[in-house]
């Protein structure tokens, strides 16, 4: 895992937190970072060791991808070219914020000091601390990539609204 610690400081973990604050308070910038740290990097996680529970795993992540989508695509939530700089800035703020605590305790949170033992995407972005710049490139690669889709979606006042009898 990431630490000794046992703190949840993972982004996954992070990403976890900002789904539920996301569905309850619906604030832009709350939705637009779990969106992207979270439907984007949720499931691509580098760390499933055969010690972490499976089921776990799915439900958790897959939960917060689920949680997007309805989020974002059930109301239809379009977001701006400035939505993807600004998640990545926060992203770039949680990793330092970590960082610093990886620093000071010897954790590992998020692979900044150190790759996992086990065989991860990791291992194919060069030696540290290259991996973290090589990875926060591919981290912001796909933010875009998911933009894509986002930036389609028509605004909710400009849908139609549908009268059910």
């Not at 070219?81 to 620093?103: M, Q």
Request: proline letters at 6%.
């Amino acid at each position: 895992m990431g630490s000794r610690l046992g703190l949840p400081l993972q982004l996954c973990d992070a990403a976890v937190w900002f789904s539920i604050l996301a569905g309850l308070s619906g604030t832009t910038l709350i939705v637009e970072f779990a969106y992207f740290a979270g439907g984007g990097m949720a499931l691509l996680t580098p760390n499933l060791l055969p010690t972490d529970p499976a089921v776990y795993f799915f439900l958790a992540h897959g939960g917060i991808v689920v949680c997007m989508a309805a989020l974002v695509y059930g109301s239809a939530r379009k977001f701006s070219h400035v939505s993807v700089w600004r998640a990545f800035g926060l992203l770039l703020g949680y990793a330092a914020f970590v960082g610093l605590i990886d620093r000071l305790s010897g954790a590992n949170f998020m692979f900044l000091l150190r790759k996992p033992d086990a065989a991860t995407p990791l291992d194919q972005m060069g030696a540290w601390p290259w991996y973290l710049f090589v990875g926060a490139a591919a981290g912001l690669a796909l933010f875009w990539l998911l933009w894509l889709p986002v930036r389609l979606l028509p605004a909710a006042a400009e849908r139609p609204v549908e009268l059910h009898h």
